[in-house]
């Protein structure tokens, strides 16, 4: 039944008609906002290779969420940024941890805001990798327990959603464990569970300050020539009790969305990380992208390759964008 019975383009003749026949839809609903929390009060700093992104104090954090809640954001996720780091990282579980304190403060001033937070040591350690280092080398369960720990702490400053991003082998189970333990059973687990060792987050470690200060990811993040060894890593998440699993990044993961959305069916969050948006920054300054249309364009794709949710530097933007049309 080719042409000229079957004709394509008669449902794309006008806006009306598009619409009615469009498969996806990008909606404020499914984003979420990172933000960066540091020491401090009335502290704004603009992150250099990310325009737009700023590290805030607290106090000023708070401006800040009420523009993100003002275009209907439904959730933000908390990175810390320390004043100071030590070998075991040891700020990142603090009871008045800059994120702990950004947590309350956020959660009693907007309630309904879901306030996610990031569980990782990098940012804390003075070596700046994700885990505990034992003779030179990464050590993988020695770091479950300090995990745990610090999502419980998380979890005692009333975050909704604690999402581990250290790839640690085990940690889902670990967090799980802990926040049962400590009656914390409605806090879900966003597991970053395909987690590439990317380029791409580059401009974040300026803005985490979280730079490894030997070596690599390598060896715990995921080598990103590995497809399959991502479905591995979503199923034992999976078992292990997350309720929502993450590709990361997107843009050049879009087949893994998709692979993970299909034989999964769960909840599948796509991060649109640092180095996206750096280049699309980058180009539309020079004028050679229309950023707003680029940026719709690359997150409907990763919706139609089958992310629910979409956690990206781009948030207010597109949210406000939305609202517009
Ligand atoms: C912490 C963490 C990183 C990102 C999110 N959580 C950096 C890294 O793994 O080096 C990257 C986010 C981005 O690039 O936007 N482990």
Not at 29 to 44: A, H, K, M, R, S
Not at 267 to 275: C, F, R, T
């Amino acid at each position: 039944m080719g042409f000229p019975v079957t004709r394509p383009r008669r449902l794309r003749v006008s806006e009306a008609m598009r619409r009615l026949v469009r498969e996806t839809e990008l909606n404020a609903g499914d984003l979420i906002y990172p933000v960066f929390v540091t020491e401090g009060t009335g502290v704004v700093v603009p992150v250099e290779a990310m325009p737009g992104v700023n590290r805030f104090s607290v106090d000023t954090l708070l401006s800040e969420v009420e523009r993100v809640v003002a275009v209907g954001v439904p959730g933000i996720i908390i990175f810390g940024v320390p004043a100071e780091k030590d070998e075991a990282g040891s700020g990142a579980w603090a009871a008045d941890g800059v994120v702990q304190r950004a947590v309350r403060a956020v959660k009693e001033r907007f309630p309904d805001l879901l306030v996610m937070t990031d569980v990782c040591l990098c940012a804390y350690t003075s070596h700046g990798h994700c885990g505990v280092v034992q003779q030179g080398r990464i050590a993988n369960d020695a770091t479950l327990e300090i995990l745990a720990r610090t999502a419980v702490s998380h979890a005692r400053a009333g975050a909704d959603i604690v999402a581990p991003s250290d790839m640690m082998d085990g940690r889902v189970k670990a967090i799980r464990a802990a926040l049962d333990a400590a009656g914390y059973h409605e806090v879900a687990i966003m597991a970053y569970s395909a987690k590439y060792a990317s380029a791409f987050y580059g401009p974040f470690r300026e803005a985490a300050d979280s730079r490894p200060q030997f070596g690599d990811r390598r060896s715990y993040q995921m080598d990103p020539a590995n497809g399959a060894e991502a479905l591995l890593e979503v199923a034992l998440d999976l078992e292990e009790g997350a309720d929502i699993v993450m590709v990361k990044p997107a843009l050049a993961y879009l087949d893994v969305i998709y692979r993970v959305k299909k034989r999964f069916q769960r909840p599948v969050a796509a991060y649109n990380v640092s180095g996206e948006y750096a280049m699309v920054k980058a180009a539309a300054a020079h004028g050679w992208v229309d950023e707003q249309a680029v940026v719709l364009e690359m997150l409907t794709a990763m919706k139609r390759a089958g992310a629910d949710m979409i956690l990206t530097y781009f948030a207010k933007d597109v949210a406000t964008w939305l609202k517009e049309k």
